[in-house]
T-cell receptor
């Protein structure tokens, strides 16, 4: 079975400060890992993914994520937060050799204060 | 650009009604999914389809059925709507490509209220 944990329901950060949204996963074998963002009253938008290769993955809107196999983590980061980054963020995982159905975390609400 | 379109943004129905939620994608994707999203519970998979006329149950299929007669269209059916089916419903699609970790593309959701 595969699972994702997003340990923080909400993250607060001041505009201009770095932000981190945490994600840990459990999967049999190697993972595909994804981050999505959801703005109010909208569907999820794909931000970035890890398949293989470099542990640091860069994505849309200046976001990046670091894959850490030993800690089974895939934290989302951004060097300088914007108020417009305020949204709901979802981490998802699926096994490379298994079902193509991903498992989503419960989401983390990011609030960036002016 | 990739487009997943859900037919209604907001829908209000009555208990016991048969409800149809429609989803269309224009990307020739093999896989299509229906989720419901509830506060604190994240996304829960109701059904998915990996090809025309093919469907598989997800985590919470009870009270729902689906139809996929054409590749681009995936319909979710609430056979007899109940108040506990009030939720946000999200449709998604993806390429079938096991080796490339294809992401899902989501519609903007249908916020369904059952009175």
């Amino acid at each position: 079975a595969q699972s994702v944990a997003q340990p923080e329901d909400q993250v607060n950060v001041a505009e201009g400060n770095p932000l981190t949204v945490k994600c840990t996963y459990s999967v049999s074998g190697n993972p595909y890992l994804f981050w999505y963002v959801q703005y109010p009253n909208r569907g999820l938008q794909f931000l970035l993914k890890y398949i293989t290769g470099d542990n640091l993955v860069k994505g849309s809107y200046g976001f990046e994520a670091e894959f850490n196999k030993s800690q089974t983590s895939f934290h989302l980061k951004k060097p300088s937060a914007l108020v417009s980054d305020s949204a709901l963020y979802f981490c998802a995982v699926r096994a490379t050799g298994g079902s193509y159905i991903p498992t989503f975390g419960r989401g983390t609400s990011l609030i960036v204060h002016p | 650009d990739v487009k997943v379109t859900q037919s209604s943004r907001y829908l209000v129905k009555r208990t016991g009604e048969k409800v149809f939620l429609e989803c269309v994608q224009d990307m020739d994707h093999e896989n299509m999914f229906w989720y419901r999203q509830d506060p604190g519970l994240g996304l829960r998979l109701i059904y998915f389809s990996y090809d025309v006329k093919m469907k598989e149950k997800g985590d919470i299929p009870e009270g729902y059925s689906v139809s996929r007669e054409k590749k681009e269209r995936f319909s979710l059916i609430l056979e007899s709507a109940s108040t506990n089916q009030t939720s946000m419903y999200l449709c998604a699609s993806s390429l079938w490509s096991q080796g490339l970790g294809q992401p899902q593309h989501f519609g903007d959701g249908t916020r369904l209220s059952i009175l």
